[in-house]
């Protein structure tokens, strides 16, 4: 078991895939987004980290909210298409159904099976992304994706980002129940 | 396609799963953590969010150096654990084998595929949590978890947290080529 070092740069771990909108210049605009995390327990604090150079940052910065979107696997394709457009160049307004929350200026997707907005609270500068840690001000979903009230993944159907191969992957089977299994090493012990 | 609003508390989306690791009290310490993301491209940067409470964040802040290990399914009970059990109580030191790496006081796991090293540059102080940021110092896996050179998810065996269930899963199947699925409706428009 001899480990090696591959370098500060090797690819980590499956990431979750989420559109994050803006509006930009009075435009929703959304980009695909694997870098972000929930950052805080009460109240409930995401962070996504974005690009300087992305187009979605100008209106986070210029309304104070952002909106964090899961897609499912039926917008794989537009989703990915949202990593490889610039809102600088294509208006990525028209591709989806657009809706607003209590916000009024984080636009989310209704297509998307989850929906978040958020109300930027602090940004930390890093040298090319600017992570922007944002409080939630609600959450979005429909009936059809619950099931006895709770969200269910085998209907929103959320997708991973992999590197360095660049792909994109299901989830698969449940492999034990958090907070459990681990009392087995427990009572071994 | 009614949005129904189910407050800002709503659980998110499938997050990996990491065992964050910090020297406290001169005795390697890890945490199971499913809030961590990377957030920076070059230097590569990760932050990690650990609850105030935790006793890895105390290592953490004293060295200013902590690791984000990835560990493969057949760790799914030992991690679980080390969510369950605080540091504070329980010696966690010789449930790994630990190796060090160019920082010398973060702790790494033997038995995951990928272990990063970080050097704390930033902390950001949250309600309940402190966000870690860290730049990677320098990332181990051995060949046995490479093909053709790169990482292999078939043979890490990442796995994902989540809400509401509290439950961990395996990764899935491909559904699409990033940066290249999206052509397709570029081309269609």
Redesign the interface.
Known sequence: ????????????????V?LVGALVKDRPNFLAVA?????????????V?L?KVRHTGVGIQEHKTFS?N?PG?DL??????????SGKEVDKSALFQV?Y??LKTAP?I?QCP???ECKLI?S?S????N?F?G?????????RYLTDG??D?HKMK?????R???????????????????????QKR
Chains 1, 2 share one sequence.
């Open positions: 078991m001899n480990k090696i070092n591959v370098g500060a740069n090797f690819p980590l771990y499956p990431m979750p989420s870098w972000f995390s929930r950052v805080n327990l009460d109240p409930p604090i995401l962070a980290a690009n964090v899961i696997t794989v394709v537009e989703t990915d298409y949202c990593g490889i457009v809706f929350g209590e989310m209704q989850l929906c978040i602090q930390v890093l040298p090319t992304h992570l840690i409080e939630v001000e609600g959450a979005y979903t429909e009936e709770k969200p993944m959320p997708f991973l980002f992999i360095p191969d660049g792909t994109y992957w299901t989830l698969g089977e449940k492999v034990g129940e958090a907070y459990q299994i681990g009392k087995q090493f427990q």
